[in-house]
């Protein structure tokens, strides 16, 4: 069974432009969170999509959206690039959202610059 | 306000020797916890989790402990094996779903042999 998959790995940006991820769960998996992990902060939950409807969301600004697909791929898009939006995004499925039951991809290292 | 802290940024050990990791929470709410492991360049991987109504779960060579009183809990390794050096971090959730999960910082951990 294939992993998680999230393109593309890595991507540099400039300040104020736009940008989006991608994820591909594990067959069969309906749930897709997004984290977010930088130095400062640590990891920190950004948003849940479950069969196509968003469940959970974090505390970040409202520059940072997603969206789940009938296929249950997932994209976040993060609008109006900060420096501080430098890190490594992380996708992570589930059949149901059992917090136990989540596989993480590898990741998108996101570099503004 | 960080929710969850891991107070030690690393940690070294010797091969075949017990390996202790910390973690400490805040929010009595929260009551699924988990520990996951991180290599460079991959996502978490799950480890071990415990619900509120224990106070440890055994997996082979790694125990976790849960101190609801003192909002403490703990993973030991053993035997240490140079193979499980990598980053740990805890997490915690309200519960085993929505896969909303709250981080530590991370502790690196160096088994030497």
């Known amino acids: 069974k294939a992993g998680v998959t999230q393109t593309p790995r890595y991507l540099i940006k400039t300040r104020g432009q736009q940008v989006t991820l991608s994820c591909s769960p594990i067959s069969g998996h309906r749930s897709v969170s997004w984290y977010q992990q930088t130095p400062g902060q640590g990891l920190q939950f950004l948003f849940e999509y479950f069969s196509e409807t968003q469940r959970n969301k974090g505390n970040f600004p409202g520059r940072f959206s997603g969206r789940q697909f009938s296929n249950s791929r997932s994209e976040m898009n993060v609008s109006t690039l900060e420096l501080g939006d430098s890190a490594l995004y992380l996708c992570a499925s589930s059949t149901s959202g059992r917090v136990d039951e989540q596989y993480f991809g590898p990741g998108t290292r996101l570099t503004v610059t | 306000d960080q929710q969850v802290k891991q107070n030690s940024p690393s940690l070294s050990v010797q091969e075949g020797r017990i390996s202790i990791l910390n973690c400490d929470y805040t929010n009595s709410m929260f009551d699924y916890f988990l520990w996951y492991k991180k290599y460079p360049a991959e996502g978490p991987t799950f480890l071990i989790s415990?619900?509120?109504?224990?106070d440890k779960n055994e997996d082979g060579r790694f125990t976790v402990f849960l101190n609801k009183s003192a909002k403490h809990l703990s993973l030991h390794i053993v035997p240490s094996q140079p193979g499980d050096s990598a980053v740990y971090f805890c997490?915690?959730?309200?519960?085993?779903?929505?896969?909303?999960?709250?981080f530590g910082g991370g502790t690196r951990l160096m088994v030497k042999p």
């Open positions: 997490a915690v959730a309200y519960n085993n779903a929505g896969n909303m999960l709250t």
């Open positions: 415990i619900s509120s109504i224990k």
